[in-house]
């Protein structure tokens, strides 16, 4: 029912009252006179004067929505809630009378006040529909601004993606803010928990974003770190314990008349100031930081001149941000030193009143009584006090730290990989295992499933260097290099590089292509040349390396994955009963749990390739007297590579081979057995089977283990 008619007036908070001299209804002109405007019917007033009917509004027809409601995180930011202080616009303002420090008390004083006040059900505040049955303004439908979808703590201290951010500290936002817990909220909890209810928190404010007791304790050794905090102390007055800050009101001004004497001897007052060295010239204040995960943080505050040496410490228990636990240590300090001096006295009986805890002034300063003793006289003994340090409105330094950068995470791609023996000396039924994700997740937990049990297999530790095929790869020449075939190769992630000859030949590059039937072969390349964003060209190639030939398909098609096979390959944790068992493996991030989204799963059989013989080479034919005399030369998966060897190892427990004859059809009509690389396809059996002696034969020669039964064949036809 007022408003300041000038800037001036406002400086003198001189009100104007609202009239209206022409009709009487001075809630017209009521900006916030909700009840007044929902409970009446309207007037146009065309020209300045009111129309003989009212407009079609109908008195308490329909809700007042509230759909955005927000005030500033600002020193008196309620004196002008709707105004944005933002040093890109030119709009930017502060609330009137608004010193520009953060204030995160005044938001929420805000909220309370608003929420708190159309709670109400009266006809002065909230009155209720007769219309529809309802309040005019329901505190639940109140939209308040703003919560941000972008989430806290990225946002606002990620400036490098949301140049806003700077706008946050004493803008609108609610976002880690309203989970915020008012200080009188937490000691009023903190005493119902000892089953203490006599107790005023009226005089408490501030706020904190979390408090912890780690342990049984009394209510006193839980609220002293916040006393300490927040500047309060707690004093009993009658039945109840009042708490109240150290910048209270003053309670009485003492002069020589307010004081007794204390004795014949004694003079009336005593005033005196604990030496230098006595104080501290550091305090260290630690703390939780709510912005770097609740970690240990800690705060200094040094006097840069005087002569003392020592330093206090204080450990709170408490959530606060890195600019509140500065301003609190700077303060501590300048209280600590301004409460070196003590005033001890005797009152006047009319200072009855006066209770330990209450503010005194004496010669023009403040005190804080802290003990009052009744004997033959009223004896006080007071701190001084420094008002002025409580009266906040500076802003301590923000927080250099960001906060971590929420990881999203998305599922793993997985290759499973049959591979021969590489080196030699790794388990021959080894199963092996290629990922990549982006953004990798530090460590890939590979779980395998039992029914309803998950054992944890394998972690890997780095991503894989792996792609794709962008062309197609038509099969080449063996044991020479391959000059004709070149390859583009699109890489998730990684990079390639060219080689020297001679480092080709002592086994770099080493890399696997998964050809049709899912079989991978391993060759080498010399040349990786940077073509686009990951994709690289690869030529010189060395092909179906380790005995895998056979899996050299013609031609492997564009599309298939491509592995580079260095230390981000493992093995699958596989022992020899596995192979050939189907297997349900579960992977994901390692630091989340295994029902998180992030995880899949998949089934695979590993084959035991590294376990198989490799296919015989050199296949010849020859007619004999008996029939026809199949030669070969056998390799070894291991230990074959020194040139020094007269024979390779044969790698098996017993040296034995299978000869498949094969039919017109391509399927076999006879298989000899031999226990040497040679076999003879005896007349009486080429007759039964062909009825003649043809002049060519079809054969596929498998050498064979004991374990894995036959190895990859070799299949040649043979002219006799």
Same mark, same amino acid.
Request: aromatic content about 10%; glycine content about 10%; overall charge negative.
């Given at each position: ?67 955005? !409601? ?38 929420? !004083? ?343 049990? !998950? ?102 098609? !564009? ?162």
């Amino acid at each position: 029912n007022w408003y300041y008619r000038t800037p001036e007036d406002r400086r003198l908070q001189r009100r104007t009252g609202l009239y209206d001299d022409a009709y009487g209804k001075a809630w017209v002109f009521r900006y916030k006179d909700l009840s007044n405007w929902w409970l009446r019917p309207h007037f146009n007033r065309p020209g300045g004067v009111e129309a003989a009917q009212p407009t079609a509004w109908v008195p308490e027809s329909k809700p007042i929505r509230f759909t955005e !409601a927000g005030c500033p995180a600002v020193d008196k930011g309620t004196n002008q809630p709707n105004v944005f202080n933002d040093g890109k616009s030119d709009e930017s303002a502060l609330p009137y009378f608004s010193s520009g420090a953060r204030d995160d008390l005044i938001q929420r !004083a805000y909220i309370d006040a608003l929420t708190g006040y159309y709670a109400q059900r009266s006809v002065s505040a909230n009155p209720v529909s007769e219309i529809y049955d309802g309040p005019m303004v329901d505190p639940a439908e109140i939209t308040f601004w703003a919560w941000d979808a972008r989430p806290f703590p990225a946002f606002p201290y990620l400036l490098d993606v949301w140049s806003d951010g700077v706008n946050y500290e004493r803008g609108h936002w609610l976002n880690g803010r309203l989970g915020a817990v008012t200080l009188k909220a937490v000691v009023r909890a903190i005493l119902a928990r000892h089953g203490f209810d006599q107790a005023d928190v009226s005089g408490l404010s501030g706020l904190l974003d979390g408090y912890v007791i780690d342990r049984p304790m009394s209510a006193r050794d839980a609220l002293d770190p916040l006393s300490l905090a927040f500047f309060f102390d707690g004093a009993q007055s009658g039945r109840k314990i009042i708490f109240r800050h150290k910048d209270q009101p003053v309670a009485a001004s003492l002069g020589a008349d307010q004081l007794a004497e204390r004795g014949r001897e004694e003079p009336l007052y005593e005033r005196t100031r604990a030496q230098e060295t006595e104080l501290p010239g550091e305090v260290s204040v630690s703390y939780a930081d709510g912005l770097i995960d609740y970690r240990k943080a800690a705060v200094t505050a040094r006097r840069l001149s005087g002569f003392s040496r020592r330093k206090a410490t204080a450990d709170l228990p408490a959530v606060l941000s890195q600019a509140g636990a500065q301003e609190w240590a700077d303060i501590w300090l300048q209280d600590l030193w301004a409460g070196r001096e003590r005033l001890d006295a005797a009152l006047a009986p009319s200072l009855l009143a006066l209770e330990p805890g209450d503010a005194v002034t004496f010669g023009g300063e403040t005190f804080t009584l802290q003990d009052i003793s009744d004997t033959t006289a009223r004896t006080i003994s007071a701190t001084r006090l420094e008002p002025s340090l409580f009266a906040g409105g500076t802003q301590g330094p923000a927080r250099g730290a960001r906060p971590a950068r929420a990881l999203a995470l998305g599922r793993a791609d997985l290759l499973f990989l049959d591979l021969p023996l590489l080196r030699g000396d790794e388990p021959a039924h080894e199963g092996w295992l290629a990922a990549f994700a982006k953004p990798w997740p530090g460590r890939l937990a590979l779980l395998r499933l039992s029914g309803e049990a !998950a054992t944890l297999a394998r972690t890997l530790n780095a991503p894989a260097t792996q792609g794709v095929l962008l062309w197609d790869l038509y099969a080449g020449p063996t044991a020479r290099l391959d000059r004709g075939n070149r390859v583009q190769v699109q890489l998730a992630g990684g990079a390639l590089e060219s080689v020297s000859e001679r480092a080709l030949l002592d086994g770099a590059n080493l890399a696997a292509v998964r050809g049709a039937g899912g079989r991978w072969e391993v060759l080498q390349f010399q040349n990786a040349e940077l073509v686009g964003p990951d994709r690289y060209e690869i030529s010189l190639l060395l092909r179906g390396q380790a005995g895998t030939e056979a899996a050299m398909a013609n031609p492997v098609a !564009a599309g298939a994955p491509f592995v580079l096979l260095n230390q981000a390959v493992v093995g699958a944790g596989l022992s020899a009963s596995d192979i050939g068992r189907e297997i349900t493996w579960r992977y994901g991030p390692a630091a989340r749990d295994a029902a998180d989204d992030a995880f899949a799963e998949a089934v695979h059989t590993f084959s035991g390739t590294g376990l198989k013989p490799l296919s015989p080479v050199h296949v010849r034919g020859a007619r004999v007297a008996e029939g026809v005399a199949f030669t070969w030369v056998r390799r070894t998966r291991v230990a074959g590579d020194a040139w020094s060897q007269v024979e390779v190892p044969l790698g098996e427990d017993a040296e034995a081979y299978e000869v498949d004859i094969l039919g017109p059809d391509r399927q076999p009509v006879r298989t000899l057995a031999a226990a040497a690389p040679r076999a003879v396809y005896r007349m009486p059996e080429i007759e039964a089977d062909f009825g003649h002696l043809p002049s060519q034969f079809t054969v596929r020669v498998s050498q064979l283990s004991a374990t894995a039964g036959r190895g990859t064949p070799r299949e040649e036809t043979i002219y006799v």
